[in-house]
């Protein structure tokens, strides 16, 4: 079985990378979401300022719940996509274990195969010095 590992790993470096982006991308969800309420707080507090500058503001505002929302979309695409990978890696050492199993289960028969036909020959040999 360790022969095989070496080629899960790949997949295993992958769904790593993965959580990766996926924790890196919730730390940038959370701090967009802080600014966000910042931004809010800041409109909130502000009594005189221009129709201009509010509606700047506001697309600033709009932009960055935008950005959380795209970031909430990546980071429930990512947990899909990683749960679908260890599901695919499940499978694939299911699939690795049963080949093993077959492989040493043939190796089994092939050492007993050569072992009768040792077993043939010798006799053949002893029968044919018999016969001289």
Same mark, same amino acid.
């Given at each position: ?5 070496? #080629?899960?790993?790949?997949? #295993? ?6 959580? /990766? ?5 919730? &730390? #940038?969800? &959370? ?7 910042? *931004?809010?707080?800041?409109? #909130?507090?502000? *009594? ?8 700047? !503001? ?5 932009? @960055? ?10 980071? $429930?695409?990512? @947990?899909?996509? *990683?749960?679908? @990978?260890?599901? !695919?890696?499940?499978?694939? /050492?299911? %699939? ?6 077959? @492989?040493? %289960?043939?190796?089994?028969?092939? /050492? $007993? ?18 016969? $001289?």
């Amino acid at each position: 079985m360790s022969q095989f590992q070496g #080629e899960l790993t790949p997949r #295993e470096q992958q769904l790593l990378k993965i959580r /990766r982006d996926s924790d890196t991308k919730a &730390a #940038e969800l &959370a701090k967009m979401e802080k600014m966000l309420q910042q *931004t809010k707080d800041m409109m #909130e507090k502000k *009594t005189d300022t221009g129709s201009g500058s509010l509606d700047l !503001q506001e697309n600033m505002v709009e932009d @960055l719940e935008e950005k959380v929302r795209s970031s909430r979309r990546y980071r $429930r695409s990512s @947990l899909h996509h *990683t749960q679908m @990978l260890e599901s !695919q890696m499940k499978t694939v /050492r299911g %699939e690795l274990v049963g080949t093993l199993d077959h @492989l040493q %289960e043939l190796r089994n028969v092939l /050492r $007993r195969s050569q072992q009768k036909a040792e077993e043939r020959k010798a006799a053949m040999e002893k029968l044919a010095a018999g016969l $001289r």
